[in-house]
């Protein structure tokens, strides 16, 4: 199918309606299909004399040539992909795999009886091309033997804001009935709108209170979103904290939308568990005590098209004091989950939702002093043109390094020059010497401990070459902060003064990582730190503390537990992820006998009998 859209791309196929008729005609005429009844599909089907003919032919050929399937689902998948990326930035739209919209339609429907289902209303209040409403209406006339124009009529609504949306899930609900042997007019309930606007008198009152709503809520970070959406965001009591995106909005109306012993499915961002944006939604289902059910799906990526980490999440309009939670790390939708009852009285909506390894969490959590308060911790420097400053030697002289630059080798002194480490580069199997490069350091640090960047007769005066070398990298200097350079103290300095002066002490570790750490603890005043985190002190004995517990299973098991996760198994190990870790209060004589254990495995029984896990 990517051939397809290469191909309208080259010929400059970019009207929505065009593009339409050139799917449906492909789709009918590859599936062998008759429209003589349906005169809104009719309307879709080009004529041989037509000049899009050519077109359609190519689309033909190319289908019966690679032996493409073509069916519904193919034809879903090609609407969701020829809408433009200024669109889909703005309207968040996205292709949601068979396997994700099944397990949702069939959590939602399973166990209604057939009676009920001839008279439930089902909805997608952001319907985009009718994946979800297609299921549904399948679903029904699978499980009642109702027609297809009963069940469009009766029992099915979708909202999209965009009116090629509406136009789509009409061409596919229709070729659905025709797939079926139905080749008639439908009544659809399908609405153009801001369901933002859902609340307004204006809207329409036949699309407020349903019996399932189920989809795919937009993904739209907050400055992605138009000035007049970010105004009807914030009117939704979820959205009071942060920036929030446009999916918390969504589950609000959407639980509020149902009727009575109604239920919502919707696949949406996880994010919302810990994230300062997603604090209101957590208060309004904590405050509602809403009853919903959560499958997790942690690191793993559902959409092939977007990196995202999101969750299935349920809710039904009904009370409960607890959280149902289960973990589906591999994305096997057909697993027979285990969820886990969280009481919401466990949780905490400000600080965030830890819904994995509870009990255990919480115990080492309220252990001692948490780890944000233990230690200070540092973020690498930001010289925003790290390919200027940091260098790995081509060479050495007596009071030289050589600097090569694109094939070009310039002589740098020494005396300007600090060590400097990546140290995310730890999680992998390498020495710490190996990862120690240079970086030019145009900066004093005076007697109050600060750093002072040198002037330009400075410079000139005492790194004469290092100047020279900057000076042939201005341009490329200057471009920084989108040119936005005039309140540097200098066109040499950093870009940012943070971690420019450290103590003396660093616990150097990733910012992710996919295993138990290998943190390097060092006392090198001048060492200093890009792209990784570390822990800092003027206390070497509380970093060797540290140091301890950080490499210990305890807290492996509690940061990929409560971490944020990432794919291929890593885990977020920035500050808000581990703060709360706690640091037990230990005796001195605790003290001396953990740093007296050489062995890890004896180490870590130790520290486990301190939090009792």
């Known amino acids: 199918m990517r051939q397809i859209l290469q191909y309208l791309r080259r010929h400059h196929v970019t009207d929505t309606h065009t593009i339409n008729r050139l799917f449906v005609s492909a789709f009918v005429a590859t599936n062998q299909l008759k429209v003589s009844g349906n005169s809104f599909l009719r309307n879709y089907l080009i004529a041989k004399e037509e000049s899009h003919t050519e077109h359609l032919l190519w689309i033909l050929r190319r289908i019966c040539k690679a032996n493409i399937r073509f069916g519904l689902e193919e034809l879903i998948s090609l609407f969701e992909f020829v809408v433009s990326p200024s669109d889909r930035i703005i309207t968040g739209a996205i292709y949601t795999p068979k396997s994700v919209r099944g397990k949702i339609i069939c959590q939602c429907l399973r166990g209604v009886a057939a009676d009920k289902l001839m008279m439930i209303k089902i909805a997608d209040i952001s319907c985009g091309c009718g994946g979800f409403l297609m299921d549904a209406a399948l679903y029904v006339h699978q499980s009642t033997g109702r027609s297809f124009a009963e069940i469009y009529r009766e029992n099915i609504f979708g909202i999209d804001i965009e009116p090629y949306s509406i136009e789509r899930t009409k061409i596919v609900l229709s070729l659905l009935a025709l797939m079926h042997g139905e080749d008639g007019v439908y009544e659809f309930n399908l609405l153009c709108a801001d369901t933002l606007c859902s609340r307004t008198e204006t809207f329409d009152e036949q699309f407020r209170h349903f019996d399932i709503?189920?989809?795919?809520?937009?993904?739209?970070?907050s400055r992605n979103?138009?000035?007049?959406?970010?105004?009807?965001?914030?009117k939704f009591e979820v959205c009071r904290y942060g920036h929030p995106d446009l999916y918390i909005p969504f589950i609000q109306i959407a639980i509020e939308n149902l009727n009575e012993g109604g239920k919502m499915g919707f696949i949406t961002m996880n994010s919302f568990f810990n994230s300062l944006n997603g604090r209101g939604l957590r208060e309004y289902l904590d405050e509602k005590k809403i009853e919903i059910s959560i499958i997790d799906f942690r690191g793993f990526q559902v959409f092939n098209s977007r990196s995202t980490y999101t969750c299935l999440l349920f809710a039904s309009n009904s009370h409960s004091d607890t959280v149902s939670y289960a973990s589906a790390e591999d994305g096997d939708m057909e697993a027979e989950f285990q969820f886990e009852q969280i009481p919401y009285s466990s949780l905490d909506a400000a600080k965030g939702w830890n819904l994995r390894w509870t009990a255990n969490a919480a115990k080492i959590e309220n252990s001692g002093i948490p780890l944000g308060d233990f230690c200070s911790s540092r973020h690498g420097i930001a010289t925003l043109s790290n390919k200027t400053y940091i260098f790995r030697p081509h060479s050495e002289k007596d009071e030289f390094y050589i600097l090569e630059n694109n094939g070009i080798c310039y002589p740098i002194e020494r005396a300007i020059c600090r060590d400097i480490v990546n140290s995310n580069k730890l999680n992998s199997e390498v020495s710490f010497d190996s990862l120690v490069e240079k970086v030019i350091f145009p900066y004093s640090i005076d007697y109050a401990g600060r750093a002072v960047v040198f002037s330009e007769a400075e410079m000139q005066a005492r790194f004469p070459l290092a100047l020279a070398y900057l000076q042939s990298q201005r341009a490329l200097l200057e471009e920084?902060?989108?040119?936005?350079?005039?309140?540097?103290?200098?066109?040499y300095?950093?870009?940012?003064?943070?971690?420019?002066?450290m103590p003396r002490y660093k616990l150097f570790f990733p910012k992710i990582a996919n295993k138990p750490l290998q943190c390097v603890l060092t006392d090198n005043p001048r060492l200093m730190l890009y792209n990784g985190m570390a822990f800092v002190s003027d206390d070497k004995r509380q970093l060797q503390v540290l140091k301890c517990f950080m490499e210990s299973d305890v807290f492996w098991s509690y940061v990929s537990s409560t971490a944020k996760p990432y794919s291929s198994g890593f885990y977020s190990l920035n500050g808000v992820n581990i703060k709360k870790f706690g640091i037990p209060n230990m005796s001195e004589e605790q003290i001396y006998e953990l740093l007296a254990i050489e062995n890890l495995v004896d180490r870590n029984t130790f520290i486990r009998q301190l939090y009792c896990v």
């Open 213 to 221: 709503i189920i989809g795919n809520p937009p993904y739209v970070c």
């Open 225 to 234: 979103m138009t000035d007049e959406t970010r105004v009807r965001v914030a």
């Open 480 to 491: 920084r902060d989108k040119g936005h350079t005039d309140g540097y103290p200098a066109w």
């Open 493 to 501: 300095a950093y870009g940012r003064t943070q971690s420019l002066v």
